[in-house]
């Protein structure tokens, strides 16, 4: 079940991509669901050729029969998607993944970069404009979030990284919606609009959201992110 909620439309011009390849940073509080979107992505047949960049690959539970290759700490998965680690320097495993494209047969169409559930999600999506290489090769598509229905209320009275990760967000998954009751919903919804309004709202149960809905939106919109962050660029 997935509801889509329209936020103000934004006035602000679409990215022209230049032929860089588009990079998703997935970001969302401890137990929002976050690691059930990632695990669809990386097993589904979607057509699509991701590369997707986490923590840990425990977190997500890669399952080793759809593992079809493995070079150091890159697994290349039987749906054609690419799942490494970060370890180290952020723009150091995006320079390794540019390495692996090639002119006319690219290794994979888009990054999704996976952030901890307790981190703030500025300072990685700064990464794709503070080096010259990585902003050459890659742009930002959009900031997803995964938010918890029954426990972000918790989260934004106690956890300031639960509000950036709303704050920056291009697109919001609000998952778990069949855990709490139609006046919850509209208070927990409430408070998400007033932090983001811009944002584009999904209602989820399990993260069932299309993947077209939050991957490849050209929706990261670097002037309403200066407004939050005036250091951001």
């Not at 979607?46 to 840990?56: L, P, S, T």
Request: glycine fraction near 8%; proline fraction near 5%.
């Amino acid at each position: 079940m997935t509801d889509t909620l329209d936020a103000p439309v934004s006035t602000a011009a679409p990215q022209n991509s230049g032929g860089k390849i588009p990079v998703t940073v997935l970001t969302g509080y401890l137990g929002a669901g976050k690691t059930t979107l990632l695990n669809r992505i990386l097993t589904e047949d979607h057509g699509k050729r991701y590369a997707v960049i986490v923590n840990e690959f425990g977190e997500i539970g890669i399952d080793n029969d759809l593992v079809v290759g493995a070079d150091e700490d890159v697994f290349e998965m039987n749906n054609g998607c690419v799942c490494c680690t970060v370890r180290g320097d952020l723009i150091r495993v995006v320079a390794g993944l540019m390495k692996r494209q090639r002119p006319g047969k690219p290794a994979f169409d888009a990054i999704i970069v996976e952030t901890t559930g307790l981190a703030d999600p500025g300072p990685v999506a700064q990464t794709f404009f503070v080096d010259e290489d990585v902003q050459k090769n890659a742009r930002l598509d959009a900031v997803v979030t995964v938010a918890d229905a029954k426990w972000l209320s918790d989260r934004l009275k106690d956890a300031p990284e639960a509000k950036n990760q709303i704050a920056f967000a291009d697109v919001i998954v609000l998952n778990k919606t069949d855990l709490v009751s139609k006046p919850e919903l509209a208070e927990v919804e409430a408070r998400i609009r007033g932090i983001n309004p811009y944002a584009k709202l999904h209602r989820t149960e399990r993260c069932q959201v299309g993947l077209t809905d939050v991957l490849e939106r050209g929706a990261f919109d670097l002037d309403r992110i200066l407004e939050i962050e005036p250091d951001f660029r």
